[in-house]
């Protein structure tokens, strides 16, 4: 385990290492990029400056917008759905095919019906997540041994209650992989939309300091972007990790 | 998931593709012509724009920016997930970090992409490939790591070279893994190719996209996204039957 730490780390310091040196030897100039100490000093700067703090509230507002709301619908949806096979199997093919298709593709539609503003933002987020929460929902309720719903028939539970008390709870590894996965798609959807037209939001201003050849401004913004998924991954990635370890490795 | 023989699947395809025009139909009688266009009326466009020889311009330019793309990906992605599947240590610490690299908004990277590439048809390829080399390296990753022990140790036995080893062995027991890889690595090639061309191209489907947004053009719109759809779901859908196959055969 320790050997993968510090094997990671070695990556990492690696990898910001050789940036540093190729923009200090010019390899890489100044216009496209500054060397990664000036990107921390300057990302310190904006947040000991509070600079952004309301684009980067507003843009996070959004995010837990569009993953509650996808997280919530997929989850009854998927609990819901896995009590009738007929409308299963005929929507299988379309949570197949659904990550095949580009969703912002949608964006430009949406901003025409419902306007510029936070809304198509929210919208693509959501659409992005809950398939995957409906996904991982119905695969983890498949698994849910028989003997536990037989139980909850003897016992003469309702179907909510079965829901409620049994089948959700033995499959919190999937609720929480898929609250991953729906936290992860509800990022790239808020930050991508800002990013591809918008009026605020920590994407809509990436753009603009590109816009306006604003490295100063652009690559902190990067750099939190990138520490804000990478860390909120990680977490969750390693509780589901201890979830897993403590149920045995199912 | 499970899968009946005979006809189910096909008419439950069917049903579902109903359904989904029947939704757009439903959505275009609400929201109205001010910002949808009816089924029928997308096609009709999408007809006549293929009249056009300058829509078969730009998907030639954005059909080559896509291949390309995708040959990159899937070749990086090959190269890495073979060199992280077959040395334990480097697996366990990099595959945590492809897959927190994979949840990052890649599209942020885009202005570096440009500064890198400039405008043109590499900053394009680009994007579209690293958007696609994750998936295949994680996919093909585990499926070196999930290869039957015995199978590298008859190869060892017969002292064979990386390479043939590869070939050989490890190649062939990693397949269909590795094509579930190169299926979603096709759509991400795709979501990303088509990402870059809206940015920053002058040409390609991406940017009659984009053009037709600032233009408020909402048939272009509409056709744009149905054709969009159309061919990465058409496409999904032939690289599944084939994954099953794979899988199952």
């Known amino acids: 385990m320790n ?3 510090l094997y990671q780390f070695a990556v990492i310091a690696g990898f910001i290492l050789l940036l540093e040196a190729l923009c200090l030897a010019g390899v890489i100039d100044k216009i496209t990029m500054t060397p990664p100490h000036i990107i921390v000093r300057d990302f310190v700067r904006m947040i000991l400056a509070g600079r952004y703090f309301g684009e980067i509230g507003k843009s996070l507002a959004n995010v837990l917008l569009a993953f509650a709301s996808a997280y919530v619908v997929g989850v009854v949806t998927g609990t819901i759905l896995h009590g009738y096979k007929t409308a299963r199997d005929i929507l299988d093919p379309l949570f197949a095919t659904y990550y095949a298709i580009p969703v912002f593709a949608f964006y430009p539609l949406f901003i025409v019906i419902f306007g510029l503003g936070d809304g198509p933002q929210v919208l693509i987020g959501f659409l992005l997540a809950v398939v995957a929460v409906i996904v991982t929902t119905l695969n983890g309720l498949d698994r849910v041994p028989l003997v536990l719903k037989k139980s909850a028939r003897v016992n003469g539970l309702s179907p909510l209650q079965t829901a409620l008390r049994i089948t959700l709870p033995y499959c919190a590894p999937s609720l929480l992989t898929a609250a991953k996965l729906a936290l992860a798609y509800a990022f790239i959807g808020v930050i991508g939309s800002e990013f591809i037209m918008a009026r605020s939001g920590m994407g809509y201003e990436i753009s603009y300091a590109y816009t306006n050849f ?24 390693h509780w589901e990790a201890v979830l897993l370890a403590r149920r045995g490795q199912k | 998931m499970m899968q009946r023989e005979g006809s189910a699947p096909f008419r439950n395809t069917v049903i579902l593709i109903v359904g989904l025009f029947l939704f757009w139909e439903l959505a275009y009688l609400v929201v109205g012509e001010v910002a949808l266009r009816s089924p029928l009326e997308t096609v009709r466009f999408l007809g006549k724009l293929m009249q056009t020889d300058i829509f078969w311009l730009h998907l030639a330019d954005s059909l080559k920016a896509f291949s390309v793309a995708l040959a990159i990906a899937i070749a990086l992605g090959l190269l890495i997930g073979f060199g992280l599947g077959l040395h334990r240590l480097s697996g366990d610490a990099m595959e945590p970090m492809l897959v927190a690299l994979y949840s990052i908004p890649k599209i942020t990277l885009y202005p570096i992409i440009l500064l890198t590439f400039g405008l043109g048809i590499s900053a394009k390829i680009a994007f579209g490939a690293i958007h696609g080399i994750i998936p295949v390296a994680l996919f093909t990753l585990s499926a070196v790591r999930t ?3 015995i199978l590298i140790k008859t190869g060892r036995v017969l002292k064979l070279s990386p390479t043939v080893m590869v070939r050989a062995i490890l190649f062939p027991a990693a397949v269909p893994e590795i094509f579930t890889g190169i299926r979603v690595g096709f759509s991400l090639t795709l979501i990303g190719t088509v990402l870059g061309e809206m940015f920053a191209a002058q040409h390609g489907l991406g940017y009659l996209l984009m053009n037709a947004i600032s233009l408020y053009n909402v048939d272009l719109i509409m056709a744009m996204t149905f054709l969009l759809v159309v061919f990465a779901a058409t496409v999904n859908a032939l690289l599944l039957a084939i994954d099953r196959r794979l899988h199952h055969g």
């Open chain 1, 214 to 237: 604003d490295n100063a401004t652009m690559y902190p913004l990067i750099l939190l972007i990138l520490l804000l998924s990478i860390a909120a991954n990680s977490l969750l990635s």
């Open chain 1, 3 to 5: 050997k993968v730490r």
């Open chain 2, 147 to 149: 290869i039957k022990p």
